[in-house]
């Protein structure tokens, strides 16, 4: 099934032609405001949607999706698993309906040529050639937009060449990259560099591949590949520091329910950290330990945050209450890095507000996402009035006890966006964001969710 009313080969989506896209550049203003209260649940897990996804379309026979994210990101990922065989039904293509089934090619594999559009999303680009590499015959060219084509993917290239994966990448380093598909050997591989994604990428290619696959993880990083995988039925294997996957195991993933994603709650509970006689409450979030970095660093500061566990299935949800709170600095490195590495910028807005100094170290992975978020984030607050400067590997703040306000550029960062919505809430002058509408990446609906919370 290919998604109608595209021009869209067996791959999915029509390759963009390279510098064919327009940065965003919607601008909105987000005014100071009094406090924050109210309820709400956040949209779902991303990171879990794109695996819900590709896992569905791996595995034989339906997979009832649950709460599946509704954003350019993730489908992304189901017109990828449409166009390679996978069927969805009923169709998202014009609205996301609550739940919907994907029916797996099982056995039978993708099909086997096409060109595969993979939008903005990282995840789906580093994920999905694992999944592919192992089917001999087949030959695929996955492209993106521009800010994908400046995104690494050697970290992936390198082991499932070591495989026996046939992938050839740009310049060495860069998409579009080109799969041939090739038979595989499983591998022991330790990652250079803590990534779940890579991780994922080499599990879902152990799946085809002769002999087990082991990945050897330098520290902790999220797991809900191989909760789904596991939960599939597939031959997981955990021990400390790493995770072994024995092929040849049938998959059938029944039903996934996909939790409220922390990484857009986060920009709520430090909203309401940061904005005096704020109180927010939010349902249904995925506090996966792999994931609860945020949580752990917040309280370190001294915010008020109050978890209460809500029943879940595979993965663990809750209930998160938080409010205003005075805060001190800390410093984040070493093995907290990978736990909270997608809500590092809002540690650093936080920190613009709490007494005293806030280091993060070690975040050199930080500069690998959809910016350099290490210069950005330094960039954007100090142009509002922070006392920050970037270092190698993160930045160093020094909290004054507020922002100033003025503008930031998302520079087509969804997080950059929501960023700088949050820091104009918590100003004393508010906040114009340009690229607002980068924000849809991941969630799609921000602006307004958190206009509903603020008294102005």
């Known amino acids: 099934m290919s998604e109608p009313g595209r021009n869209g080969s067996a791959g999915g989506r029509a390759e963009p032609e390279p ?24 949209p779902a897990d991303k990171s879990i949607s794109h695996r819900a996804a ?40 014009k609205a996301m309906p609550a739940q919907f089934a994907i029916e797996g090619v099982g056995p039978g594999g993708p099909r086997s040529l096409g060109r595969i559009d993979v939008g903005n999303a990282g995840t789906l680009m580093r994920l999905l050639p694992g999944w592919l590499a192992g089917y001999e015959g087949g030959l695929w060219r996955l492209n993106g937009d521009a800010s994908i084509r400046r995104r690494p993917v050697d970290r992936i290239a390198e082991p499932l060449a070591r495989m026996g994966a046939s992938i050839e990448v740009t310049d060495g380093r860069f998409p579009p990259i080109r799969i041939d598909g090739r038979s595989l050997t ?40 191989e909760l789904m995988l596991g939960a ?5 294997e955990r021990e400390r520091g790493s995770v ?30 940061i904005v005096p006689g704020s109180r927010v409450v939010l349902d249904r979030i995925g506090v ?6 945020i949580l752990s660093i917040l309280e370190r500061m001294g915010a008020a945050v109050e978890v ?3 029943a879940g299935g595979v993965e663990a949800i809750a209930r998160i209450t938080a409010g205003g709170s005075n805060l001190t600095g800390t410093r984040v490195e070493g093995a907290e890095i990978p736990l909270a590495i997608d809500e590092l910028p809002l540690v650093a807005l936080a920190a613009c507000f709490a007494e005293g100094e806030t280091v993060i170290a070690d975040a050199g992975e930080l500069k690998r996402k959809e910016s350099d978020r290490i210069a950005v984030v330094v960039e954007s607050l100090a142009g509002l009035g922070a006392e920050i400067a970037a270092t190698a590997d993160g930045m160093k703040i020094t909290g004054t006890g507020g922002l100033r306000g003025g503008a930031v550029d998302s520079h087509g960062d969804h997080r950059i966006a929501m960023l700088g919505a949050v820091a104009g809430l918590a100003s ?15 969630y799609p609906g921000f602006g307004r969710d958190l206009a509903r919370l603020a008294t102005t």
């Not at 591998?187 to 050897?216: D, F, H, M, N």
């Open 19 to 42: 510098g064919s896209e327009q940065r965003s550049r919607a601008t909105e203003f987000f005014a100071p405001a009094q406090s924050l209260g109210g309820r709400l649940t956040p």
């Open 54 to 93: 590709i896992i569905g379309a791996i595995a034989d026979g339906p997979t009832r999706v649950v709460n599946f994210l509704d954003s350019d990101d993730t489908r992304s990922t189901l017109s990828a698993v449409a166009g390679l065989g996978a069927m969805v039904s009923p169709e998202p293509w």
């Open 186 to 225: 499983g591998i022991s591989y330790e990652l250079p560099v803590a990534s779940a994604q890579v991780k994922s990428c080499l599990l879902l290619a152990g799946l085809r591949a002769r002999g087990p696959t082991t990945v050897i993880e330098p520290m902790p990083t999220r797991d809900h590949t």
């Open 232 to 236: 599939a039925g597939a031959g997981i």
């Open 244 to 273: 072994t996957i024995h092929p040849g195991r049938e998959l059938r993933l029944d039903e996934v329910e996909i939790p409220a994603d922390i990484s857009s709650a986060a920009f709520f509970i430090v909203a309401a950290a």
């Open 288 to 293: 996966n330990p792999t994931r609860t970095g």
């Open 308 to 310: 209460t566990p809500q």
């Open 428 to 442: 004393r002058e508010g906040v114009e964001v340009s690229g607002m509408d980068a924000a849809a990446v991941s």
